[in-house]
């Protein structure tokens, strides 16, 4: 059973704009921070962005100015807001969040959504 369901991805033109959602599934409970990672086939998964239960967010220079991360703790869903993205934001992106399972925090990835930018 996946335990985070990601959705948003899409094609869109270089300067356009992209927001992913990564929620868990029925049933789950994570905790309200998480973070993304994106992947292009052949390459290593690389971070993009985290923000933590306290509200602090960080992310990689490549996307500084241009993408947000937020949460909603009512939803407990997780946000990418994606910007001015470039044909080199192509790529898988990934959520990673704790989520509980048999009493315990676990960090799961979810399955992962396309994001690819024409130019």
């Known amino acids: 059973q996946a335990r985070l369901v990601e959705s948003g991805g899409g094609s869109v033109q270089a300067g356009g704009s992209l927001r992913l959602s990564c929620a868990p599934s029925?049933?789950?409970?994570?905790?309200?921070?998480g973070a993304w990672y994106r992947q292009v086939r052949g390459k290593e998964r690389e971070y993009v962005s985290v923000i933590n239960t306290d509200g602090s967010t960080a992310y990689t220079d490549s996307v500084k100015g241009r993408f947000t991360i937020s949460k909603d703790n009512a939803a407990k869903i997780v946000y990418l807001e994606m910007n001015t993205l470039k044909p080199e934001d192509t790529a898988m992106y990934y959520c990673?969040?704790?989520?509980?399972?048999?009493?315990?925090?676990?960090?799961?990835w979810g399955q992962g959504t396309q994001v690819t930018v024409s130019s």
């Open positions: 990673k969040r704790a989520c509980l399972t048999n009493d315990r925090y676990t960090e799961y």
């Open positions: 029925r049933g789950t409970y994570c905790r309200e921070g």
